[in-house]
C-alpha cells in the first residue's frame, strides 16, 4: 500500500536559520507531488508541486524552495526564515486525479 | 481564477444533531469536488470525492451532494458525534497544462464544533 512520510513534526527555528523538510512517499513511482502551507485560521495554499524528478512549479512568490532530487522525495526548504514563514506545512500526493494522500504536517514556528 | 467558498466558517451543534456544510465553486475546467476533514495538527482525510456526474455520494454518516450546473456542493453529517469536531474542506480539481496534470484549490473550511 502507499503511504507518505513527512518530517519532523514540530519545529521552532530562529528567524534567520535555514530550513529543510522532507516528504517521501512508498509503494507508488511518479507521483505528482506537493508543499501546501496553512496559516493559522486560513485556508491551505498550494506553494510547490512536482510531476516529476527536478520538476518543480511555484504558486506564489516566497522564501522557500522545493526540491526533488528522486522520484518519490519531495524537500522543501529555506534559508534564511522570516518570522512570516511560520504556520502548518502539508505535504501530499496523488496517483493521478484521483485520491489525494496528504502527511501528517509539519507545524513550523519562528521565533 | 479558481476559487473555493465554503460556508459557513464555523459552526457549533449539539451531539446527535444534523448539519450541512456548503461549498460553491469557481473552478474550471472542473474534474472533481473532494471533501476532506482535518483534525487540529493533522493532515486532511478524504471523506468523499465526486466526479461531475455524481450528485450524491455517501460515506457512513457523512452525505455529500454536487450540483455541477451551479457549482455548489453540501456535505451533510448525520447524528453528529464528539470526534465530528474538525475542520472540513472542500477541495475542487480541475485539469492543468498537459495530460495527467491536475491542480488543486481549496476553501478555507468550516469549524465544526460538536458539543454535549
Known amino acids: 500500500s502507499q503511504t507518505i512520510h513527512q518530517w519532523p513534526a514540530t519545529l521552532v527555528q530562529p528567524v534567520g536559520s535555514p530550513l529543510s523538510l522532507e516528504c517521501t512517499v512508498e509503494g507508488t513511482s511518479n507521483p505528482n507531488l506537493y508543499w501546501y502551507r496553512q496559516a493559522a485560521g486560513r485556508g491551505l495554499q498550494l506553494l510547490f508541486y512536482s510531476v516529476g524528478i527536478g520538476q518543480i512549479s511555484s504558486e506564489v512568490p516566497q522564501n522557500l524552495s522545493a526540491s526533488r532530487p528522486q522520484d518519490r522525495q519531495f524537500i522543501l526548504s529555506s534559508k534564511k526564515l522570516l518570522l512570516s514563514d511560520s504556520g502548518f506545512y502539508l505535504c501530499?500526493?496523488?496517483?493521478?486525479?484521483?485520491?489525494?494522500?496528504f502527511g501528517q504536517g509539519t507545524r513550523l514556528t519562528v521565533v | 481564477k479558481n476559487q473555493v467558498e465554503q460556508s459557513p466558517q464555523s459552526l457549533i451543534i449539539l451531539e446527535g444533531k444534523n448539519c450541512t456544510l456548503q461549498?460553491?465553486?469557481?473552478?474550471?475546467?472542473?474534474?472533481?469536488l473532494r471533501w476532506y476533514k482535518q483534525d487540529t495538527g493533522r493532515g486532511p482525510v478524504s471523506l468523499t470525492i465526486m466526479t461531475f456526474s455524481e450528485n450524491t455520494k455517501s460515506n457512513g454518516r457523512y452525505t455529500a451532494t454536487l450540483d455541477a450546473d451551479t457549482k455548489q456542493s453540501s456535505l451533510h453529517i448525520t447524528a453528529s458525534q464528539l470526534s465530528d469536531s474538525a475542520s472540513y474542506i472542500c477541495v475542487v480539481s480541475a485539469r492543468f497544462g498537459g495530460a495527467g496534470s491536475y491542480q488543486l484549490t481549496f476553501g478555507k473550511g468550516t469549524k465544526l464544533s460538536v458539543i454535549p
Open positions: 501530499a500526493w496523488t496517483p493521478m486525479n484521483t485520491e489525494a494522500f
Open positions: 461549498c460553491n465553486y469557481t473552478v474550471s475546467p472542473f474534474s472533481n
